[in-house]
Each structure stands twice: as C-alpha cells, then as structure tokens.
C-alpha cells in the first residue's frame, strides 16, 4: 500500500513541476522536456504525428567531479518567442528569418547545488538546444569526462553517413540503414593522413537520415566554439545516438568555466528533403556578426596553380631534396626540379587567364619553402610562411596582379604543426598585408602537434578560432582546410569564407569520388557551412595530365557545371587548367557567369543520394543560375520556372549532358542551347549518369537578344 | 676446439678495432670506449687510480624504428685537442678555459647502415658526451622511446638528490647513500603544484655524490636544446644510473630530424669538493653566443614587491573575486580588496628605497589582471600580460622609476598555460619596450597546458627557448621560474639571466627550507647555471608579517648575506621588506656593496651538505667579497686572504654571527667589525648552527680609510 502512494506522489509530481511542452511557431514540431527516474532531464520530439526523438536522455558526465546527468529538479522555466529578420554579409538569400519558441529549463542538482540550464529553441525546421552553465557558487571550472546527449530515433533510418573520426571527415558517405553501420564500417575507414576512429559504430556530424515514413532528419552542431567537436555512437539496437566529444591528450574532453555554454545541438527535420537544404536553423543559431565593419569580406571566384599539383602533373616542391632543415638549407645552391608549378611565369599565365575571363583571384601553392618535406614528420619547424623560392617574386607578382586587378590568394599549410603556425602568423598575415593577399588558404595536413592532440579536440577548435579572429584583425578571409567542420560560425565571423572538412574535388585524383558524392554533401557536410569543394574539372582523365595517375572523375563535364550552384559556397574555384578550358570556353562560359553571392535560393528538386536541382538569385541582379545534380543512374528533370518575375522575358543557356553521356565513358558529351524562358516555362531534362546540367537565365539587356531565340517548350 | 678460436679472433677484433681510449689533457681522467657483446657501445672512466664510472652502456631506444643500440661497429674515429680562452658576458670569472681532448667515434649500426657518432670530450674536470645523428641516407626523422645513457656507479655512494620528476625540482634535496634512495622516497615527493614521479628510485639531474673513497661526481647535461630534459633511474643493486627522458603526452621522448645531435652529458669529477664548484665544464660545451650585441645584457640586483606576497602580508590580487573571465571582468565596478601589493603609491616606495640604496630595479608582480583566479584552474586565457590592474598606473611609474635612475621588472605569470604566452609574448615584449622595462621573471606555475605536456618535456623545452630568443628580439632580459633547470645555455644566450627549479627562498615561507640548503645547491643545481635564489631575509619569523604564517627561514641573518657570494648569480635580489632593512641598515650595508658580476673566484673551503666558502672579486675592481654558508651544526671556517694583491692593505668588514646565534632560536644575532687584511691574513670565523658570514674585503680610497683600524689577527 506505501508503494501505492509513492507512486501516485511521483505521477502528480512529474506532471506539474517536472514536464515541460514547446511547440514551434507552426505548432508542427512538439517538444516535450521532462525529468525521468531520479531527475534524469529527458526530451523527445515530434514532427507532425511522427516521432523524431523519442525519450532521449542528457547530461553531462564529469572528470572527477558529480556528473551532470541526474539528481535534478526543475527550479525554474522561462519561454519566449522570438522573430527577427537578418541580412547575412554574403550568403543564399538576401534574408534570413529567425523564429523560433525558447524554453529555457533551470535544473539544480540535489547533491550539489549546482545549476544548469537547458535551453531548447524549437524553429518550424527543428530543434536547437545547448547546456548553459550560469555564473554560480557551487561550479566553477570542470572537465568533461563526456556529454551525454541523446538522439534516440524512432526506427532503423536510412542514413549518409561517415565514420565517426577525431581528426578526419574526408571518407566516402556510406548510405545504409542505421543496422547496417556495423557491418560497413571496417570497409568505410579508408585510409587517410591523420585519422582516429573511436567506436565501431561512430559516426560524424551533419549526420543526414530518412525514415521509413518519409522524415528527414539531420543532426548536428551550431555554434561550436571553445569546446570539442561532437561526434555520435549508434546504439543499433535500439537506434539510439549519443554524442562523442573529442577527447585530448589524456582524455579529457572540455576545460570549462562558467558563466558558459556548449554549442547547439541541431536537430532539422522535414517530410521535404528540400526542407532540410532550405533550413537556417544552423545560422540562426550563431551569433551575430562580431565585426563593426564587414565591408572588406567579399566572395570570390577564382582559379589557381593546385590542380596541376594535386594532379600530379607538376609539384608543390621546388627541388628534390629529401630531407630538409628550413633554418638551413639553402635553395640558391640547389638543382630546381623543372617541375615547380609556383613559378613567377607560370603564375603571370594564371593572373592573364584570370583577368580575361573575370577572376577576382588566383590561389597559388607551393610558393614559399619547405614543401620538399613537410608531411608526416611530427616536423616542428615546417613552414615560415613568408619565405618564397627562389622562382616565386612576391613583390613582381603582386604588381603584376595588381595591374589586372586580380588578388593572389595566400596558402599557408601548417602540415598540422599548429604552433609553429601560431608563433609565424602575425608575421604571415603582415607579410600578406604588405603584399596585397586578402584571402588565405589555411591547411592541417597530418597528425597534430603535440602527439596525442586532434583536429576536432578543444585545443584545436579554439585554434581555428584564433586563426580566424587574427585574421579579421588583419582583414583577411580564411578557407581553412583540414580544419573542423563548419558549425555556422560564419554568421558571427563571415571572414571565414568556406572549410573543406570532407572528400572534396581534390579525392577525384586521389581515387575518385562516389558518382552521388555531390547528391549528399549539401544534406550532409554543408549544414553547417559552405566548403570550397574546387569544382570544375572538365578534363575528367587525370591520366592526361599525369601518365601515372589513373584516377578519373566521377562526373560529366556539364554537371560539374552544376556543382557552383548545388554546391554553394561564398568561394568558388575554377578548379582546372586554363589550357583545358581554353577548348571548352563554350562550357566555360557558365563558369564565368556564374554568380558566388546570391539574393535567392529555392530549391525545386532534392533527394539525399539521388538528385539536388536547386535555382539562385544573384546577388543584385534579377539573373538566375540553376545546377542539378544526380547520382550514377542518370534521371530526368522536370522543373518549373515560376520563381521568375512574371511577365518577364530570360535568355536561359542550358549546359546539358548530350543523350550518350557518362560519366564514365563519355563525360566531355555536353550540348548547350539557348532559349527564351518565362516563370510560367517547364523545364524537362535529361542528366546521364553521374551527370547533371546548369541553366544561366539572365534577363535580356535589350530585345535584340532575345533575337532568334525560340522560346522553350 | 671451434670455440676457443672464435674467442681469440673476437678478443684481436676488440682491441684493434673495437676499442678507443681518450686522457684529459692533465692525464687524470682516463676514458675508455668499446664495443661489447652485440655491437653494444660501452664505456668507462677513471680519475687517477679511482673508477668513476664503470662499464656503462650507451645507446637510444627507437619508436617503432629498429633502435640505435647494438650491432655497431666502429667505422671512423677523430681526436682532436682544444684549448681556447672565452670571455663570458657576465660571470664568476672573467675569462674561461674550454681545454679538452676530444675523441669522436663514427658507428655503423650493420642491420640498418645507420650512422651515429658518439663525441666525448675529456676536460681536466670532467668528461661531456653526447649522440650525434649526422645526415645520411637511411636517418632522417626518428622518434625516441628511451635514450639508454648509463652511468654505472663503482659503489654506493652518497648522494644530494631530489625524486626525479618530470615537471618539478622544486624538492628538498635528500642526503643518503644510493642503496637508501628507494627508502627515503616516499618521504621525500612532497607537495607541487605541478608533478609527476616516475620511479622509486628516479632521481634527477644535476645528481651530485661522493664516493667512500673521497672521489666528488657530478652528472648532469648541458645545451638541452629541442630534446627532452634527462632524469636518471637508479638500478640500486648494482648503482647504476641510466637516462630517463621526460616524454610528452602519449609517451613519446623526443622527436628528431638528422642532422641533429642530443645535450651533452657531463660527469664533473674531482678528489677535491671546490674543484666541483669551481668546474665550468657545462658552459664550456655550450656554444658561444649567439648575439652580436650584448651590451644591453647587464647582471642586476634588485629588490621588490613579492616577499610581501609570498608571506601573505599582501595580495597579488586586486579584489576578492573567485572566478573570473579575463574578457569579462570589470574591475571598476568590482570592490578592492584592499591588500593588493602592486598599487602605484606602494610601487614608488620601492622605487625610492631602490634608489637610495643604489639598486638597479623593483621587481612588481600581481600588477597585471587576472590574478584572483590563475592558478590550477586548467584555465587558458588566464592573462594578458599588459593590462594593469586599476591601481597600477604603468605610464606614471615608468617616469617615477626613470627619473630616479630604476627600472621595474616586469613578471610574465604563465599559469602553465603556454600557448596563451606565446599568443601574447609579441605584444607583452612590445608593451616592455613601449614602457621601459628591460628584464622580465616569467613563471610556469601548475600544470602544463595542454594537459598531458610536462615542464620538461621537448615541447616545452622548445617553448622556453623561444620566450629567450624572442626576448632577445626586444633586447629583454628573461629570469624563467619554474622552467628547466639550467643547462649552461646562457653561455650561449646570455640574456638568460636566472632560472629558478630548485626550492627557492619562496619555500622559507612555505614550511622551510633544510638549514643546509645552502650547502648544497651550488653543488646540484647551480652547477647548471644561475639561480634567482632570491637572498636577504633578514626577518625570518614570518608571523612577524602575517599572523597565519607560522613558517621561518632555516638561517641566521649574517648567513643571508652570504648567500649574495655563496649562490652565485648575475641577478640578486634584496627579497626583505625595506621597513626591514631599514631596521638593520648596518648588516644592509653589505647587501649594498656587494657586486652581482665578478672577475675572480676562490672556492676557499667547500663540503656539499656540510659547508662552503668563496670569495669573489668584483667586476672591474680590486675588491673582494667573501660569503660563508654552513649547515645546522655550525663550524669553525678556516680561510686565508692570499688571492688578494701582495703588499696591498684592505678594508675587511666582517658579518657574521654572534656566538649565541642561531638559526632559529637566535638568527638576527650578528656582529660587524671592520679591521685591515693584507694577502697573507688568515681569518678564524665562528658561524653559528644554520649561520655563516660575509665579509667585503675593500681598497681603501685613501690612507685615511685606515685610520682606527687593526689588522686582523
């Protein structure tokens, strides 16, 4: 009979102080927070009738101390609703609406007194929630044994997904269904410079999911600063993720001190998977621009001495010395190796080439000494990052460049020896200053140093940070490579123009990309912010360029044409060789065209692995560029025009795959029509496999262009 | 019958090839090399009939790669003797001796082809040996497990040792023999902030003992550049030594990249205790100077506002604050504490009381922000390094301090968080220059960040010469505490003027230290390089300034004078409070006069534990100044004034102790008396049980000087 009673007592209990409901502002998505058995804080989710999250615990388990995982009760709540309308520096759209209902949960553990709060922000595209740590009495500094943060999920989802990883995400996306991550898992950790599995059912965020019933769902983290890259663990018989924190040296995963925060937790999810690609969930998570003056931060289009290099075809490296000491060796008494793709003449070709067709910049690598031997070593004293080759003239180069109005783009690798890096970059970034670079290719090739540290560790994500704030001081833009993958950051920080943090362009050299690599990467790797995935590549046979390569592009010529729209970033490559493009300038042209900064996004078509079409506004113009991407089965397209401005007349250019095209064995059969098109214009097309098209519709300067064009039917 | 032929052919092989000898230039110490079993290198050193050190191998354990230890042979061997005279910038002499006879063994390691030569160099006092990794085909980048040095021991002798430790030497020095380390160890690893023991027997470096037949050892290292400090483990059944190198966070000893080389490792050895003192074996295997100009290197003696802070009489801190965020607190709007040290008003009395007494500088520490929540704490942005508290006025006592001729010190308190220095250290350097300051004491208190890095380890080792080199840059002075012990690299980088690692007077105030302290640290750790032992204390009952402080200095006050000759060092500071000294001006006096650079010294008497006696003579001067240390059990000193010039009179001022004084119960019990030596005076001097004297031996301006006063008796 005492069980009886106590048992009432904790149902009226839990119903009145330790429940607490949110819906979104379209009332679609529901969150409940609750307080389970001995005031564990739980939540779940629901979108429409369907379940995203099911009961799913949180908490943060402690070094030493009493863990933060139970013990609570709820001493206060508050809610709020919040809208705001925001203009990004640069971005998708010229606006971005901020909405969403808050629920912020003050808990106070029982045994210790201490407070954490549990802020959820629930938007009509999904969830964000952190753990916030007030100023207080009773925690002051604390370690992180772990976080543990639950997504437990309704079923055994579909998933893209990569190996979870402290120090990589440049693997292939694996598309299985959850209970199937097991079993591939051996066979997805392909082999990279640095990398560090934890789990044999690890995996990385933006982790993209579909369920059975039609959800898509993607997890992963905004905001992510001064703490440990998150990571999830799949319990895959229950379908259960629990979150991962990157641990250092010894195996602690965050040195905290309150008043602080972690980063959001996202959970997006739609019945649209056009939904997800559309969400700003991540963005409108961040902060604000810190930057009273952002007029210096402008996207970039440009080409660059790299794919020669990744290619093979020439070399980063000056000479061929094997080993080397950068305090002193000494280049004026070395043989050059006649393969240095950095030299000033070659440079000038590429500044020429930029200047005619509308490049704001050419990224050059293997500039400055020491890339005879950089990699692997645990080599403190790799770079300098100021120091050129003999065959490199910063000084002629800039004045040439100048005169043509076109910026060299800095590169400095790092080859993971991040204090080196540190201790040069004032210097380096000056050194850029003086000589007219504003936009710095940063890299962490290799293991980090010291031994033990990892490229998604506190340690390195605070890091990145610093890089990027220097940076501003100096009013330079960061494309960091190797670097964590983006949280959303370039809100609050837009001089960090894009990462790479996944397989990009470069691995169709190395191997190839997956014919749907480009299908997912926007569900997946690009929630959290663009990457300067290097598109491009017309000359789909590396062979051509390098006898001993072999490794051939996963694409049609006309979808890599595609990939500057699908693909969006603020900094765009035009990633192969002028002597290449010099045979196709008719493709090229789409290139030249193609907007980087835009006032519209609408995305018409979209299936994570199978297809993206999406259209884009650009920026300050009333011309549109549509890419449309698919997977190795080829499709047809069928899209509508109504985002047009009624009434109105566009020349549309369609760079489309011809009817015989592959990817594989006929990737350079494209065909280019121009028609005149009106929002009330269809569009059905085909892409063969691994291919895909672009559209350029531009409004008609005056009738006489539109002379002669049929319009399309 | 096979066996004894292949024993004969292998004894023939040894003695031809196999096998290298090497005599110091006076023939007293005699080295052996060979080759033993397995290509093992070995050696093995006498001193006169005396083995210092018996068969002992030689080698460096390898990660991964095949180890540099056996299956050598002798491919190239080089003599050469050396003798060259060196004028050290500053110094206990004004000219050094660098006499060895050298002997460099090239060997072949026959399963790999790899070459390493081991150089010795043979000094009259001692023997330095180090590795060398010259360039080659088949060494380039290796990683250290474990250099395997030994130094097998003819017996067991007694030792001044402290745990050996991998981020602190902050011990009291243990006095036992060998075979009782392990007994006394527990007892012996007393509280740090920052450390880690490794063995029961580890001991470190500089390690000084003296064998049952009268033979005095020193091993330690010199020129510890970019390789991990050595520790030594003792085999305590057979007595011998062997190198522990302090490893970084995943274990891992040292990276390398040919060419390269290890320190030296030295063996001082002589029948004669001040011959160990007297040794400048250490500095002589240094390089020379880097610097062409030195002239902005001065040796200092100072006085400042920190033996207030250590006893607790008052605060680094400006308020009573207990967590804060440098970026976020306000100190306007946040209450004093009222204690705070660093407070203008409180600056410019010390700078008067320098200025009267003719001291060149005033240490400040706790001037800076952030000291209410620094230490311990895991915390990385813990300070900044120029940003006063509100009460520190930089700019008004940069002009107080000028006018009067004084400089103010400036104090870098690292907390361990290093990265956070090095991100500040430009800036922090600058803002010295910007405001006059010319010498910095940094700290490394806590914890190396990040977690799992030790003070000892490479990175770090790395990192404290770069804080000296970049000091350099801005013509500053460096005094590291808590740093590597010393190596004689300031023979190389003379601006750096002082380390700590050792327990400091600081612990006078923290407990104690052993009343033969003294006796010791120029046997141990001074053999390596300065110590800002920081002398003077002329109150040594702490309650005096803090009633919660019931700690006292283990020392007469006659013995704190003597402590300015005894513990050789170009930077001395007066550590006592002014309204100290201004009780006792007639025993400051000797602190006044006596000089911080020399051009001669005399090791007069010397027994480590027991006591020592030197005389210096002042840089530029014909004046002498003598200091006596002795242990708890007093003692009867014995010295002849023959180093003086013949035939000339001196003014003698002997300090020293009453004959009822004593360290604790009677420690300011002291007696001046003023009386005329020549060269061939003898002096009887009582010091009292944890006593000493001093005594400052002057030409006389004029006759006049010496009217009323008697010769000495």
């Not at 640069?90 to 106070?108: D, F, P, Q, S």
């Not at 008494?333 to 070659?346: C, I, M, R, S, V």
């Not at 085909?686 to 559209?695: E, K, L, M």
């Amino acid at each position: 009979m005492r069980q009886t009673i106590a048992f009432i007592i904790v149902l009226f209990t839990f119903s009145v102080v330790h429940s607490q409901d949110l819906q979104s502002p379209d009332k679609n998505l529901r969150l409940h927070f609750a307080l389970g058995e001995q005031g564990v804080p739980v939540y779940d989710l629901i979108y429409k009738t369907k379940e995203v999250i099911r009961t799913s615990k949180l908490g943060i388990q402690l070094v030493k101390d009493t863990s933060l995982t139970q013990n609570f009760s709820i001493s206060d709540t508050t809610r709020r609703s919040f809208d705001e309308t925001w203009k990004p520096v640069w971005g998708e759209v010229k606006e971005i609406r901020n909405h969403y209902n808050e629920l912020a949960v003050t808990l106070t553990q029982s045994t210790t007194k201490r407070v954490m709060i549990i802020r959820f922000r629930l938007f009509n595209d999904g969830l964000g929630f952190r753990y916030e740590f007030p100023e207080q009495k009773n925690l002051a500094y604390f370690i992180i044994k772990e976080e543990r943060t639950q997504f437990a999920l309704a079923g055994d989802h579909k998933a893209f997904w990569l190996p979870g990883d402290y120090d990589t995400q440049e693997y292939s996306t694996v598309t299985s269904n959850l209970s199937e991550v097991r079993g591939k898992m051996k066979e997805a950790v392909t082999p990279n410079a640095s990398q560090t599995t934890f789990s044999p059912t690890g995996l990385q965020t933006p982790l993209m999911m579909k369920s059975k019933d039609g959800l898509y769902i993607n997890i992963h983290e905004a905001a992510l600063l001064n703490y440990s890259c998150m990571s999830l663990n799949l319990d895959d018989k229950n379908f259960i993720l629990e979150s991962v924190l990157t641990p250092d040296a010894v195996g602690n995963k965050g040195f905290m001190q309150a008043p602080t925060q972690t980063p959001w937790r996202t959970v997006i999810v739609s019945d649209k998977a056009g939904e997800i690609l559309e969400s700003k969930l991540v963005l409108n998570l961040n902060e604000p621009t810190k930057y009273a003056n952002t007029s210096w931060i402008k996207p970039i289009k440009y080409v660059g001495v790299w794919w020669e290099m990744i290619t093979g075809k020439s070399s980063w490296s000056y000479t061929n010395l094997e080993n080397i000491q950068l305090d002193k060796v000494d280049y004026t008494k070395t043989p050059p190796n006649g393969t240095h793709g950095a030299n000033t003449k070659h440079v000038k070709e590429y500044i020429d080439f930029a200047a005619q067709h509308g490049f704001e910049a050419v990224l050059v690598e293997g500039w400055n000494t020491g890339w005879e031997d950089w990699f692997g070593k645990t080599k403190d004293y790799v770079f300098d990052f100021v120091t050129p080759y003999p065959d490199f003239d910063v000084k002629e180069l800039h004045q040439y460049a100048a005169g043509k109005n076109v910026k060299i783009i800095m590169h400095h690798e790092t080859s993971s020896s991040v204090r080196n890096y540190e201790r040069h970059m004032d210097t380096a970034y000056k050194f850029m200053v003086e000589n007219g670079y504003n936009a710095v290719k940063s890299g962490y090739v290799g293991n980090i140093l010291p031994i033990g540290e990892h490229h998604y560790g506190q340690w390195l994500i605070n890091h990145y940070q610093y890089a990027i704030e220097k940076a501003a001081d100096y009013k330079i833009m960061v494309n960091a490579h190797e670097a964590v993958r983006p949280t959303g950051l370039h809100r609050t920080y837009p001089n960090l123009l894009a990462n790479e943090a996944a397989r990009g362009t470069e691995y169709e050299s190395f191997g190839g990309n997956n014919p749907d690599h480009t299908t997912i990467l926007p569900f997946t790797r690009l929630i959290g912010g663009p990457m300067d995935y290097t598109p491009g590549i017309f000359e789909t046979k590396i062979i051509k360029y390098n006898p001993k390569n072999n490794s051939w592009v996963r694409s049609t010529l006309a979808r890599q044409l595609a990939l500057y729209v699908t693909m969006y970033s603020p900094l765009q490559m035009a990633a192969d060789l002028p002597e290449t493009y010099n045979k196709f300038l008719d493709a090229f042209q789409f290139i030249k065209d193609v907007a980087v900064d835009w006032d519209d996004t609408k995305v018409l078509e979209a299936e994570p692995g199978d297809y993206i079409t999406i259209a884009r506004k650009a920026k300050g113009t009333n011309n549109w560029f549509i890419g449309s991407t698919c997977d190795e089965n080829g499709r047809e397209s069928n899209i509508s025009f109504s985002f047009l401005d009624p009434g109105k007349k566009y020349i549309a250019t369609i760079y489309a795959d011809k009817a015989n095209a592959h990817y594989d064995t006929n990737p350079q059969a494209y065909e280019i029509r121009k028609v005149i098109v009106t929002s009330k214009s269809k569009l059905k097309q085909f892409s063969a496999p691994g291919g895909g098209y672009a559209v350029s519709v531009m409004e008609p300067k005056t009738e006489a262009d539109l002379k002669g064009l049929k319009s399309l039917k």
